[in-house]
């Protein structure tokens, strides 16, 4: 396998090579150090890159695995964290110059359990500054770039993450997701992007936006590749006061194929929406290709589906003023322009609409509940647009030109609302050549089923497959 | 604040300083501007119905 080839592989595959010892953590490392140099002058997907320290853990990883102490699947594999997940020794920016010289002491929890199972940290991400924003803008540490297309956003909050794994610098990425910022830049780069339930993975250790919306979660190129990552990440964490206490079942143990009788709904309100022509046709054709494949297709309702951004938004704005609010009285004037307006708006949200939110927020879970005793998972487009021109304040989504900010959030700040599981994977692209996402949403706490869907829909297409041209 | 009334300039300087937010900046014209438009958008929140239902305080989704 060449160093191009080692770049898109996937981890599973890597992995069954590593275990062979029939390939070493050291050539992974090197080839994947050699495409980030080749290709971030471009991308900007890193805030730092950890040259010296990934290579001295690959040679540790060799040793280990040559001497017959193999960890598991990620032993030896690249992983890079979005910029806000805390890492012991190395800075964590949360994409802020304020931070510039920030570094913990101690390592969040997911980047524990990524160190426990032998992955090799290769850098930390770039994202959003404090992962206030879907776009990647980023004016401290540069704006992100879309390896489809660099005149393009690659979504964000975790913007670095989406282009990183898209772009073969990373195998595995993670990202953080409190209106959509995993599944935005997975659907804008081509990659999956799972934002698990809330309260499975640990928040613990990273710089919080939200707290009852902030969820952890892997962003990758392949299904199983989330999955290999969620075995490693997921459970429960004494640290996160939300993290769930159940038991965590083996997550590539899902991914059987097959998804006959399965019941996926589309919601109506999800096509009454700005949505651009060519992104409708390329979900009406996964559902298609789904129903062929033995799943029961049907429209359903969800009523509230215009409500639960209200609500999220309050919601959001209000808690992401709470937690910043020293900051802003401290160093308002180095926060992005556009992040600080939405930081200080949020500090002249009342209690009571904050509560009514909240109360909202138990009517519209609810009916979601009640939505997924009908069916067992919900579809539709992960964006309504592809990738928008990087700055631009508005996007034409079929007839209609509306905000860019509302537009990239539309259909994924619901489940964020209501905590359930959520992926996007990739399923389609557009004439211009740019990916479209599909996105899937299970109750809570059923991955499996969400894996088990995606997965199936991904080995009958092609899409994951593809590559960017740079 | 998305109540019936539009948040007046007065009160919004009043509480942005109470915030602790430099209300002699010029950049607090663009913040009333922006929060004026965010406090609109949430006014569909009263028209919600959510008789009977407490607020989703609940950190954690309940598994099935």
């Not at chain 1, 140099?37 to 997907?45: D, F, G, I």
């Not at chain 1, 010289?101 to 994202?127: H, S």
């Not at chain 1, 996926?264 to 992104?279: H, N, Q, T």
Request: proline share 7%.
């Amino acid at each position: 396998m060449d160093a191009t080839e080692l770049c898109y592989a996937s981890a599973g595959t890597l992995s069954r090579l590593v275990q062979q010892k029939e390939l070493s953590p050291v050539e992974i490392i090197d080839a994947h150090l050699a495409r980030i140099e080749a290709t971030e002058p471009v991308l900007n997907s890193y805030i730092t890159v950890l040259p010296e320290e990934a290579r001295a853990a690959a040679r540790r990883a060799e040793s280990e695995i040559q001497r017959g102490d193999y960890r598991g699947p990620l032993h030896g594999i690249p992983v890079a964290l979005k910029d806000l997940y805390n890492t012991a020794g190395v800075r964590t920016t949360s994409g802020s110059r304020i931070f510039d010289n920030f570094i913990p002491e101690r390592d969040c929890t997911v980047a524990g359990r990524f160190r426990q199972a032998g992955a090799i940290l290769l850098g930390k991400l770039n994202m959003h500054q404090f992962a206030y924003g879907p776009t990647g803008e980023n004016p401290d540490y540069g704006h992100m770039h879309n390896p489809w297309d660099p005149e393009m956003v690659s979504g964000g909050s975790s913007g670095g993450s989406g282009s990183a794994a898209a772009a073969g610098q990373c195998t595995i990425t993670t990202g953080s997701d409190t209106g959509g910022s995993i599944r935005i830049p997975a659907a804008l780069c081509g990659i999956v992007g799972l934002k698990p339930t809330y309260g499975l993975v640990s928040r613990h250790g990273l710089t919080p936006l939200s707290w009852s919306l902030d969820h952890p979660g892997p962003m990758v190129r392949t299904v199983e590749d989330a999955a290999l990552t969620m075995n490693a990440i997921a459970g429960h964490d004494p640290n996160d006061v939300a993290s769930a206490n159940i038991a965590v079942p083996d997550y590539t143990a899902a991914l059987t194929g097959d998804i006959r009788g399965l019941r996926i709904g589309f919601p109506r309100e999800y096509f009454d929406a700005p949505l651009d022509p060519e992104v409708a046709q390329a979900v009406h054709d996964a559902l298609a290709l789904m129903e062929s494949m033995g799943a029961v297709v049907s429209e359903v309702s969800l009523p509230m589906f215009q409500d639960s951004h209200t609500i999220s938004t309050a919601i959001l704005m209000a808690e992401a003023s709470a937690h910043f609010r020293d900051l802003l009285a401290s160093d308002g004037d180095k926060i992005y322009g556009p992040v600080r307006l939405r930081l200080e708006a949020g500090l002249f949200i009342s209690s009571a609409d904050y509560l009514r939110a909240q109360q909202g927020r138990s009517v519209f879970n609810r009916q979601v509940r009640e939505l997924l005793e009908q069916v067992d998972l919900l579809a539709g487009p992960t964006e309504p647009v592809t990738a928008p021109r990087l700055l631009a304040e508005t996007v034409q989504a079929g007839e209609r030109e509306v905000p860019t900010v509302p537009a990239l959030t539309q259909y994924t700040r619901s489940y964020n609302v209501t905590g359930s599981p959520a992926i996007s994977i990739p399923c389609g692209f557009s004439s211009a050549e740019m990916p479209i996402g599909l996105q899937l949403a299970g109750r809570p706490f059923d991955e499996v089923t969400v894996l088990r869907a995606a997965h199936a829909y991904e080995q009958a297409t092609d899409w994951h497959t593809r590559r960017p041209p740079i | 604040m998305a109540s019936e009334t539009p948040l007046s300039h007065q009160l919004f300087l009043r509480m942005a300083a109470e915030a602790g937010l430099d209300i002699q900046s010029p950049h607090m014209d663009d913040l009333y501007a922006y929060t004026s438009g965010v406090l609109d958008g949430l006014r569909p929140l009263q028209n919600l119905d959510v008789n009977g239902a407490e607020p989703d305080m609940a950190f954690r989704p309940s598994p099935e």
